[in-house]
């Protein structure tokens, strides 16, 4: 298949960025529930019009009321959420727990995906136990109790964990912490008994939860797959989540990179517009080959992925880590080459900054994920 | 024993005297810092007791001749005076850009009168000074500044905004580069001085990405400012239109303030703090950040080595003039990418805004505001350009 | 059976009839390519079967027009003869600048009667061309070229020296960039095709920091270049003082081919390869080389998604015009980090130079090699301005 | 002590620099021999001229005939050869064998120290057994016999080791490879039997031996130190000989940026001189402060290696990694700005680019002495 969008993915671009253009804007959104200090961080309003746009439920499989779209067309809209910095459940909900919750049982999937599909509900993740991403590790314990678990622990930088209805989380049914078996995936409803959140704000203005687990009860229904087999499920969420977050990322390098070459070609000094520096313009030109690359890799990793080959894995890590790497620069070059108003919350361009730093180190950073190639490629 | 012996035991015993026990603990924020002027408040008796005791002995200022409210110290004194202070861990008495700023360029270009008062006044704390330079328009190319001073003969009327004032909110005056010569771009600026309580001046501060800051914009709706504030006491630096001479002899005073900054003063690599911090968070160390911050720490342990050859050459008066441009551009990269790394060390943690974990959000309130570094003062890019005319003496460009 | 299958399954059967083993056998060097021309000699029988054959089915230009000695391949039919050669690994019958280079040229600007002649002579490998472009005082700036030709009425007397003219000491003819107007930078060049076995052309091989290289300076001293060659076979390409138009559109193409290479074909991790390597010789890889190999295979392995992308994008007409610089930059700079890293793998085994250890110094040779890549053919300081200026549009400069 | 030279110092500067462009310049001695593929890769003559300059004794005690100076003074003359890339036995005679011959008895300094002081003698040091720099494993064995010792293994990289009089070969006595007791440092004089050289030409056209040692029988007296306690000494000789190469590379970084600086001034393209270009002056300035940093580097290690400074140890890696960083820039930057004539044999800009390679890997390169400084600093 070849490395750009067919004429169906080009008219799903041109209406995503489009609608998001005019709803999903900085002033819009961002500015708009982060100045109001909101608790949920995003707009359920916009979350209800992508569900009417037909976002909410790309990936859900046409059996279960969804679209049964690829991880390139919920890349397209990503993009243009990057782009426009926009704070939506998109990620969590729509690829993160819907990749999850296509593992589920059709109970589970009836008492769920009608709500995401509605943009009714909100899901979230609960993965990392410390500060830095490492899925090969869950302490947290489920124990069988009943017919149903137990569910014992902590987890941490869930992201809107506190505005979830279900939260699909990862824990150890057998086995010791690093142990590859014994993982279990449950879909944990909010208000269970046991389970206390404490939310934070992030530096892009997102919420997070630290979540404890003091034996919470579930129902055994509320498993995910096979109990004890949650690694694959567990897997097939991440490899979406984080080919997901790089096709966002691609969007912050991009809004971030346009943003600064318009400024470049405004900004006067020493009587001349900066961006005839030729300094900055080679600068720049670098900038435009890196987040042209990013994206290319980023949509060889969801071609891959789209078409289940095993090499995907190793793509996925190669885009997530390049992303990191772009976007970071684009972002770095942006607010320098604004100089002092880059600096000011007035401008946008910090707001950028802010928003790529949260998303590169969210699912592993760009050295998780190149050691994670080394590892991958038997080094 | 020798003069210097003596005055060194002097200093102790009047340090033992006279710095109380609160004033020798370590400034934790700005609110440890004691600015004068005007609307001052002492933040407890100690912070008010050192003050006046160094005030009176003339070490608000120590170098400063007497008759301008210093104690006449010599190098060689002010050097014992400092190693004393720092021994004892005395935090400066006094802070103020009337100090760091305005005074040298007074010392050097002020009349007798401009000495007696202005001085007088900033070692005493009596006034506060905040400076204007930049502007919208003007950030890198400062001398392209529009503010206008309209001649109107025994005085000015002035026009204009000035931005990046630091606690202009908070200060009593100003001094400001204001144009009285549209004709001539460097020979058109004048160095003035004027009260930031007279009609017409606002200001407004401003946010940074990283939060609350002390920088305000500065605006000037027909501000009358006098040419004299009496009997020898003009109410400008040097001489009219002549402005930016002043201006260039504190930039590059500035850009050696700066330059001894950002990560030169530091000894310890920063992997070994990030171990010690991830361990105790149950994480462990990604092996290509570990690399990454190894190839950080020969960076930032070799640049270490250059602000100490730095500093000793400059006492010496050997190196190049422009070194400073190159201290600053090193020095401010590095910390931003120590910054980047801690960043990164930290993990989700690190993200948090406003949590208690973090004191507030700390560590992204820092790792923004080191982005500045980078801007103020002088870009890296016009560090790089200033390194390549003058000390590279590569053509035009 | 459709014509394309058809088409496929006889070239199959041909290759499998014409193509003999040897030549089924990846180039290790220059020494198994046939290049063609006057003193052309074929390394073994198997190699003059070979070419003979293809060139007599006009395979050593399939793509064109049979009367000019090719095979008047269509697009697909040619796509399917490379896939088929792939397949077998069989080697080009025949390499030439003539192929790559005069033939697009003739093909675009030439007269029928060039065509009739020069491409025959390219396509049945009679005469080896080599391009003279480059001069000693102009090599980004390939415009201020000096060679001159005097109108002498029916032929111009040409002088001046070129700089890297590959294989001029083994080419038989050259098409070369000649000012014939000094008035005008660039509508004074004139593409001129001559003999290089005429009076006054001399070439000197050029030593490299790698070892012997392919490339010559080319001196001409009142060399007589006719401006026709008989009956609509003028001595130059295009118009007089217009070869500038020919030589662009030649930079283009030259570009686009270069773009292709330099990572973008390279699908395995770096690491994989040197690990195994250092394995053998009892090594280790160091943690902190082994993370910079991680972080190069991330930017490797994108680029060959990239390059895959840019590729696709071309034959779509997709993508913007000017991207082959980019790519060009991009592979260029990846290649030489490439074997940046290689040398520190190998460590002081590769620093040899002509041990048999190391073939004769070949891992050195060719890291030095490679600092060529983003020199030739464009500086990544030329690919960089036209990308900024291009395809960021940013100003002037 | 202040980080600049005392007056003694910058005299030395002055005629070590005066000397060394004089004689010891690239066209009078790299090209030279190297045209004539001489086997040694370096002028004796030269050396004997560099013994009357009082070079070649300069670490060696005063007690033991040497003048007594300290790596700062000996990192004076290093720069100086660098910046000509002047081949000689000084780094591996004067700074490696004479720090390992200060630790030895009088016995052997009265045999071997002479030789060096007035330039008759040249050694060289065996401590690499494999492609890459590991002193921390040493697996060619000295076992005793009789009174002496038999020496068998292979060692690699050994500079000029075909030309020297005496080698100083680091040896197991006891314990396994990778043990840090049970080395023991011998001093191995040329032509003794069961010892065999394999000579090969670097691409910087220096020569380095593969040697290996078949049963090689030495007496006690070879010995260097103490018997199963040579890692001291092997130590000392590592620092003094890495802060060694690293002034050397200033030196090499110094050289290959004036060039190119020189370049940038003189070479005209588009109807300018290239250095007006400020994509290249951002380069150069860029540039400038790497060599500048690694320098003070370098001086510091050799401040704080004279005052016998336990920090020493750190500083000596940081200035090693460093220099390999900063000249390695220099190089390709001074190459890449000569444009295509920077490719040619003809100018000297590539001879720099590669004596670079080669020191760089001597003694361990940045990646080695960076990954060093991470254990040192104890992570």
């Known amino acids: 298949m070849p490395l750009y969008h067919t004429e169906d993915q080009a008219m799903l671009a041109d209406s995503a960025s489009g609608f998001l253009a005019e709803e999903g804007n900085i002033n819009k959104q961002l500015r708009h529930w982060r100045d109001r200090d909101c608790k949920d961080g995003f707009g359920h309003g916009l979350w209800k019009q992508m569900a009417e746009m037909g976002f909410t439920g790309m990936l859900v499989a046409e059996d279960d009321g969804g679209l049964g779209m690829g991880h390139v067309e919920a890349g397209i809209v990503l993009e243009e959420i990057g782009r426009n910095l926009t704070p939506s459940p998109f990620l969590t909900s729509s690829v993160l727990a819907a990749t999850a919750l296509g593992h589920a049982s059709s109970d589970l999937k009836g008492r769920y995906l009608p709500g995401l599909i509605e943009g009714e509900s909100v899901f979230a993740v609960a993965i990392d136990e410390t500060a830095k991403h490492r899925p090969s590790r869950i302490a947290t314990k489920a124990e069988k109790s009943g017919n149903g678990f137990k569910l014992t622990g902590s987890k941490s930088f869930v992201i809107q964990g506190a505005s979830s209805d279900m939260i699909v989380v990862a824990a150890r049914t057998s086995g010791s912490d690093e142990d590859e078996h014994g993982i279990t995936l449950f879909a944990v409803p909010k208000d269970v008994n046991g389970m206390s959140q404490n939310p934070v704000r992030l530096v892009d203005s997102s919420m997070a939860s630290h979540i404890t687990f003091d034996g919470v009860e579930l129902d055994g229904d509320a498993v995910i797959g096979e109990v004890d087999g949650g690694r694959e499920v567990l897997n097939a969420m991440l490899a979406a989540g984080r080919v997901g977050a790089a096709a966002e990322g691609v969007g912050v390098a991009q809004g971030a990179m346009d943003m600064t070459i318009d400024y470049l070609k405004q900004r006067k000094q020493f009587g001349k517009v900066i961006g005839e520096f030729q300094a900055l313009q080679h600068r720049a030109a670098h900038l435009y080959s890196e987040v042209e690359i990013a994206r290319a890799a980023t949509i060889k990793a969801q071609q891959l992925l789209d078409e289940g080959a095993p090499s995907a894995d190793l793509m996925t890590s190669v885009a997530k880590a390049k992303v990191a790497k772009a976007a970071g620069l684009a972002v770095k070059e942006g607010v320098q080459m604004h100089g002092g108003i880059g600096m000011t919350d007035e401008y946008d361009i910090g707001l950028y900054m802010k928003r790529d730093r949260a998303l590169a180190e969210f699912l592993g950073d760009a050295y998780f994920h190149a050691n994670r190639v080394a590892e991958l490629s038997g080094y | ?397």
């Open chain 2, 1 to 397: 024993m020798s003069d210097l012996e003596n005055f060194r035991e002097e200093t102790k015993s009047w340090l033992e005297a006279n710095c109380p026990e609160e004033m020798r603990k370590p400034v934790r924020d700005d609110s440890d810092v004691y600015w004068g002027g005007r609307k001052a408040t002492f933040q407890n008796d100690a912070q008010k007791a050192w003050f006046e005791a160094a005030r009176d002995k003339g070490y608000t200022v120590p170098s400063w001749p007497k008759e301008y409210g210093g104690a006449g110290l010599s190098p060689a004194e002010a050097k014992i005076l400092r190693q004393e202070m720092a021994a004892i861990g005395a935090r400066p008495p006094l802070s103020s850009f009337g100090i760091w700023m305005l005074g040298p360029a007074l010392l050097k270009f002020g009349t007798e009168g401009q000495k007696k008062r202005f001085l007088n006044e900033i070692a005493r704390g009596e006034i506060r000074w905040c400076q204007g330079y930049s502007e919208p328009g003007s950030g890198s190319d400062l001398v392209s500044m529009q503010t206008y001073g309209e001649d109107k003969g025994d005085h000015w009327v002035v026009n204009g905004q000035k931005i990046w004032t630091s606690y202009a909110d908070k200060a009593d005056w100003i001094f400001c580069l204001v144009r009285t010569n549209k004709e001539d771009k460097y020979k058109g600026i004048t160095f003035m001085l004027f009260d930031m309580a007279g009609e017409g001046v606002t200001t407004k501060p401003i946010l940074l990405i990283s939060g609350n800051s002390p920088f305000c914009e500065t605006f000037f709706d027909n501000v009358k400012v006098p040419k004299s504030y009496g009997d020898d006491c003009p109410g400008f630096v040097g001489e009219i239109n002549r402005g930016w001479d002043v201006a260039k002899y504190l930039l590059g005073h500035e850009r050696e303030m700066i330059s001894g900054m950002g990560g030169g003063d530091r000894t310890t690599a920063i992997g070994t703090a990030m171990k010690r911090h991830a361990a105790k968070t149950g994480d462990d160390i990604d092996p290509v950040l570990r690399s990454e911050m190894a190839l950080f720490d020969v960076d930032a342990l070799a640049f270490t080595a250059m602000a100490e050859k730095f500093m000793d050459e400059m006492k010496a008066g050997k190196g190049h003039p422009a070194q400073p441009n190159m201290m600053k551009y090193v020095g401010t990269e590095i910390n931003k990418r120590r910054h980047e790394l801690m960043m990164s060390a930290g993990g989700s943690r690190s993200l948090e805004w406003e949590s208690d974990e973090t004191r507030g959000g700390k560590p992204s309130r820092e790792w923004l505001r080191t982005k500045a570094n980078s801007i103020e003062g002088g870009t890296s890019e016009v560090m790089l350009n200033v390194i390549s005319k003058r000390i590279l003496e590569l053509p035009g460009g």
